[in-house]
């Protein structure tokens, strides 16, 4: 069964924005940190935001300031507003209830693909 499916993607210029959805499918996941994750070309999956079931956020060095993630509970959907987004935020995003053992996930959805270019 797939359980998350990532949407919002596309190609940007430097300083633009876009907004990525990830629908979750089971409600468990509205009681689990919820976390977006991105792969760049050629580098290992990382771990860019989490969100906490009562909304507490966190942001890996790079992203603080110009991503904001967000949940609506009701629907099922975790959000990642990007914003001056750069081209070192070119990647695959992710998202998936939060693990520091991203090695160890199978059930990956299929991402969505951000490319920052001019």
């Known amino acids: 069964q797939i359980q998350f499916v990532e949407s919002g993607g596309g190609l940007v210029q430097p300083g633009g924005s876009l907004k990525l959805s990830c629908q979750f499918s089971r409600p468990i996941y509205n009681r689990l940190d919820m976390a977006w994750y991105r792969q760049a070309p050629g580098k290992r999956r990382e771990v860019v935001a989490i969100i906490t079931p009562d909304g507490h956020t966190n942001y890996t060095d790079s992203v603080k300031g110009r991503f904001a993630v967000s949940r609506d509970v009701a629907k099922k959907i975790l959000y990642l507003q990007m914003n001056s987004l750069k081209s070192e935020d070119t990647a695959v995003y992710y998202c998936?209830?939060?693990?520091?053992?991203?090695?160890?996930?199978?059930?990956w959805g299929q991402g969505t693909e951000v490319s920052v270019s001019s």
């Open positions: 998936h209830d939060y693990t520091r053992y991203i090695d160890d996930v199978y059930n």
